[in-house]
Antibody, heavy 121, light 107 residues
């Protein structure tokens, strides 16, 4: 079955960087864009951007431009999201989600289980 | 950036009742780019509706979506205990945004 499995929880100090992984299985990794979405504690969902696993091309939300880098390793069907210069308000659960489209209709499914990143001194 | 505003923020209903959740966009959104998700505590979001009105695989037919342009609606015809959760609408054009969510709670 199609599945996304993310790396485990992280605790980082302000100013540090974090790199979260998302391993895909059950489908052709290079055939579908991968998105990253975060959710601060008790808050809603915030879209961060996408990566095209085939070409490596990316599109980041303006809010994260200059701080986020999305990469992939096609040999192990894994996407990565690295966020730098961490602040306390970056504390959140970070999700990867596969974009699916059919006949120019788009949606995100499935989602990874989420990775909690805590930024604290 | 397209802003999605969901209402109400919290909806208190009893099992068996009908729920109507609203999602309003700051500018017109193609129906092809409008989806709804359900999220329960400690879980990842789950796709319910895509293309504004198509149910995802395995989603019961008590869930339905409708709307176009700037106004979209998620309707749950008869609430089951497992339906009490937070619901998000999402638009995806060149970028993506989510509404702030509607919490559906047991009355």
């Amino acid at each position: 079955q199609v599945q996304l499995v993310q790396s485990g929880a992280e605790v980082k100090k302000p100013g540090a960087s974090v790199k979260v992984s998302c391993k895909a299985s059950g489908y052709t990794f290079t055939g579908y864009y991968m998105h990253w979405v975060r959710q601060a504690p008790g808050q809603g969902l915030e879209w961060m951007g996408w990566i095209n696993p085939n070409s490596g091309g990316t599109n980041y939300a303006q809010k994260f431009q200059g701080r986020v880098t999305m990469t992939r390793d096609t040999s192990i069907s894994t996407a990565y999201m690295e966020l730098s210069r961490l602040r306390s308000d970056d504390t959140a659960v970070y999700y990867c989600a596969r974009e699916y489209n059919w006949n120019y209709v788009y949606w995100f499914d499935p989602w990874g289980q989420g990775t909690l990143v805590t930024v604290s001194s | 950036e397209i802003v999605l505003t969901q209402s109400p923020g919290t909806l208190s209903l009893s099992p068996g009742e009908r729920a109507t959740l609203s999602c309003r966009a700051s500018q017109s959104v193609s129906s092809s780019y409008l989806a709804w998700y359900q999220q329960k505590p400690g879980q990842a979001p789950r796709l319910l509706i895509y293309g504004a009105s198509s149910r995802a695989t395995g989603i019961p037919d008590r869930f339905s979506g409708s709307g176009s342009g700037t106004d979209f609606t998620l309707t749950i015809s008869r609430l089951e205990p497992e339906d009490f959760a937070v619901y998000y609408c999402q638009q995806y054009g060149s970028s993506s945004t989510f509404g702030q969510g509607t919490k559906l709670e047991i009355k």
